[in-house]
């Protein structure tokens, strides 16, 4: 008969395992927070919400009548495509009334006639 007890182990505490993710979690913000600093104190950065709109000019602008211009002028889709140059990418500018059934046939159509690609052009929103 043996007199000797056997050794309880204890078991490690999970709670380490958490406060290493916390303490990860904290250096991480902190991190993400330097990389976009401010401007500094007083400075008020330049407001353009004032200027008007200027489409690109190889822009194919879509009026909310569903007219097509380009540079001011009346045009189709079959002109605005003759004068694309290669890579052949169709920029379209639609008016915020634009049905988008008229806007997936425009596009359609661009595609159809030989656009490899085609980007609609929007306004960025104020932040």
């Known amino acids: 008969m043996s007199l000797h007890r056997p050794v309880r182990r204890t078991k490690g505490e999970p709670v380490i395992g958490l406060i ?6 904290l250096i991480f913000f902190l991190i993400a927070g330097t990389l976009a ?4 104190e007083g400075i008020a950065l330049v407001d353009l919400g004032d200027t008007p709109l ?5 822009a ?21 495509l003759a004068t694309l140059t290669e890579p052949r990418v169709a920029r379209i500018l ?3 009334q634009v049905p988008a059934s008229t806007l ?8 159809e006639g030989g656009a490899a690609r085609v980007v609609i052009l929007g306004e960025r929103g104020v932040r």
Do not use: C, I, K, W
């Open 20 to 25: 290493n993710v916390v303490f990860l979690m």
């Open 37 to 40: 600093p401010s401007p500094g």
């Open 54 to 58: 200027q489409p690109p000019p190889d």
């Open 60 to 80: 194919l602008v879509l009026t909310a009548e569903g007219q097509l211009l380009q540079g001011g002028a009346e045009t189709d889709a079959a002109g605005y």
């Open 94 to 96: 639609p008016d915020r």
């Open 104 to 111: 997936v046939t425009l596009a359609a159509a661009l595609t």
